[in-house]
Every structure is written in C-alpha cells, then in structure tokens.
C-alpha cells in the first residue's frame, strides 16, 4: 500500500486532489501548515508526503522547513513537492532540502498519481520545464562537493561532531552528554561553528547541512 499525507493551506485542494488521485493510494491525512505537517509525518510516516512549497506557520521556511524538520525520516518517507509556484528558486530549495520532485499544480490527477508512485519507488519526477533548474543547480557536482570539504576543513573535528548533532535537533545539554563535555564548551563550539559557517542560527546550520547531505 502506497500511503499519502497530503499538505496544503487550503482545504479545498486538499479535498480536490483526494478525490483525484487513484484508487491504489491511500491519504492518510491532511495537513494545512508547517508544524502540523511535521507533526502528522512523524506520528503517520506515510509512504510519499505531497507537499506544498508555500505554507504558514513554523520559522516561515515553508515546505523547505517541513523538509529540514522531518531529516531524520527522509529515508523511509519520500517528499513530491506539489505547487503553483514554478520559480527556480522555489524549486531548488525544496530538493536541495530533500524532496525527491516537483510538479506543478496544473498536473492532473492521473499525473500525480503516476508521481507518487514513482516517487515512492525512489524515482524522481519533475515538470518538464521544471527539470531544467534542478540540472542547473546540481550539474557542477564535484564543484560542490569541492565546496562542502573546504567549508569543513574549516572546522575542527570537535566542532564537526558538534556541527552533526545539534543540526540533528541535540539540545546543548544532550551534545555534552553525547560527547562528553561541559555545557558551556557545547555552546563555545556551537558559537565558533556559526561563525566559521558564516550562519546565524541553528535552523541556518540544519538547512545548511542537510543541504550538503552531512547528516
């Protein structure tokens, strides 16, 4: 059984897109914003989430968020982002973050149904026109990964291992149980890592590991 959460700010697509897709996929549930939607992943752990990119709710990150917030699922849940939004950037960032596709909402719901099969078979589906940005943005492949030794030659092997676990969601006191150390050397690290990342914040350091497949 192919399993869907289905995430969208307006009720009425929701109940729509229900009623579209095929009788071999069963919707599990609903969700309308950013934290319900992290919360209705964890408790359900559908087989695919069709998820919209624009949502209220949580830090303002939308679906992207959903994405940095469900990291640890992202194995065993699959992510087809389904949107109005064509933009390139909109695009980008929910696959950087970890969607496996993106289609538009003009698709029909045959079409959607044939992705999130696809999708939930480990496939990646995109829009036609919408392909175009994802080769764009992830074609200079060792470029990036170029990028993402040098940003870590530029902390510690302390402040990597501190890196991984709060951008896992560690609390400070559960990093110093996990490593070993005091509360306050957690926090200087942490510190020292923002800083040498050019970051502001600790969902700043969740996206950008995760972005760069460090977790």
Request: glycine share 8%; proline share 2%.
């Given at each position: 059984m192919t399993s869907v959460l289905i995430v969208d700010d307006h009720s009425i697509f929701r109940s729509g897109l229900r009623a579209e897709l095929d009788a071999g996929l069963t919707v599990v549930g609903e969700a309308a914003s950013v934290d319900e939607a992290v919360a209705r992943i964890e408790a359900l752990r559908p087989s695919v989430v069709l998820l919209d990119v624009h949502l209220p709710g949580g830090a303002g990150g939308g679906g992207a968020e959903v994405l940095t917030r469900?990291?640890?699922l992202l194995e065993s849940v699959r992510f087809l982002a389904l949107s109005v939004s064509d933009s390139a950037e909109d695009v980008v960032g929910v696959i950087r973050a970890g969607a496996r596709g993106y289609i538009t909402k003009g698709s029909s719901g045959a079409e959607v149904s044939a992705a999130v099969v696809a999708v939930a078979s480990g496939d990646a589906v995109f829009?036609?026109?919408?392909?175009?940005?994802?080769?764009?943005?992830?074609?200079?492949?060792?470029?990036?990964?170029?990028?993402?030794?040098?940003?870590l030659d530029r902390l510690s092997a302390r402040e990597q291992e501190v890196m991984r676990l709060i951008a896992r969601g560690f609390s400070y006191k559960e990093v110093a149980s996990e490593l070993f150390i005091s509360i306050k050397t957690v926090e200087t690290h942490v510190s020292a890592v923002?800083?040498?990342?050019?970051?502001?914040?600790?969902?700043?350091?969740?996206?950008?590991?995760?972005?760069?497949?460090?977790?």
């Open positions: 469900s990291a640890g829009s036609p026109r919408l392909a175009g940005f994802v080769l764009d943005a992830f074609g200079a492949v060792a470029g990036e990964r170029a990028e993402r030794s040098d940003e923002l800083r040498k990342l050019q970051l502001s914040s600790r969902h700043e350091l969740t996206v950008w590991a995760q972005q760069r497949k460090l977790l």
